[in-house]
Structure formats: structure tokens, C-alpha cells
């Protein structure tokens, strides 16, 4: 587990690699969950419950959780099955990852116009964190 997090890590960092860390990043709450299971199987329920305890409070302002493991679900089956920001179920209309570089501006846990966008290295470092 510790290689698959220093790898998410470093691609995360160098920012060449970002779709591959965003990647990684998903599917760290399912890898803990499952850790943290007697059956050692992810759910979609255990993925939001570990989301939830984990990575949602760091994205929580004024009482507003920004990012719930709904949400983070949602986005990863999205993201990882049809290679889309957009989920029917979503109370977003949208989550947009910022690539590094994009802006010099740091977008992170801002709504605007019913789109979340998130600043994808500090998502993938925060995912790592957490799961550490």
C-alpha cells in the first residue's frame, strides 16, 4: 500500500501525470475500506463511509461540506467508467479537476455556476494523507 500512496504521491507532485494520479487517488478510499473490512471487499457504501470519516472534513467551510463520499463516488464512477465529470446523481452539474498549470490561481473547493472545481494536485495529496 505504501508504494501504490508514494506513487499517487510523486505523479501528483510532478504534474505531468496528473490524470494518473487523479486516478490513483479514487481508488484509495476503496482500497482502505476494503483494509478496514472483514471480507476485504470494497462497496460503494464502504467507500463513502471511509470518504466521509477520512478526506470529507478537510473539505468542510462555514458548516458546508464541499466534497461528500457521495459526491467523491459519484465523480469516481464517472471518471473511471466512462471517462466523464458528469454524474446523473451528482449535486453538481459538474466537478472539474483543475490540471496544474492551468491557472496561476489556486481553485480548490469553490463552487461557481453549480460546477466544484478542484485543484488536482492538492486532491491527490489530501487523498494520500488521509489514507496514511
Given at each position: 500500500?505504501?508504494?501504490?500512496?508514494?506513487?499517487?504521491?510523486?505523479?501528483?507532485?510532478?504534474g505531468r501525470?496528473?490524470?494518473l494520479a487523479l486516478t490513483g487517488a479514487l481508488a484509495i478510499p476503496d482500497l482502505c475500506a476494503a483494509l478496514d473490512s472483514q471480507d476485504g471487499r470494497a462497496t460503494g457504501a464502504r467507500?463513502?463511509?471511509?470518504?466521509?470519516s477520512h478526506v470529507a472534513p478537510r473539505h468542510t467551510s462555514g458548516g458546508r461540506v464541499f466534497l461528500t463520499g457521495e459526491d467523491c463516488y459519484f465523480f469516481r464512477c464517472s471518471f473511471l467508467h466512462q471517462g466523464s465529470t458528469q454524474h446523473a446523481d451528482s449535486r453538481y452539474k459538474r466537478i472539474l479537476f483543475i490540471e496544474p498549470g492551468a491557472?496561476?490561481?489556486?481553485l480548490h473547493m469553490c463552487i461557481m455556476n453549480?460546477?466544484?472545481?478542484?485543484?488536482?494536485?492538492?486532491f491527490?495529496?489530501?487523498m494520500v494523507d488521509s489514507a496514511r
Open positions: 500500500m505504501n508504494d501504490f500512496l508514494d506513487q499517487v504521491e510523486a505523479a501528483a507532485k510532478d501525470f496528473y490524470y467507500f463513502k463511509v471511509w470518504f466521509d491557472t496561476t490561481n489556486v453549480d460546477v466544484l472545481n478542484i485543484d488536482v494536485r492538492l491527490c495529496l489530501e
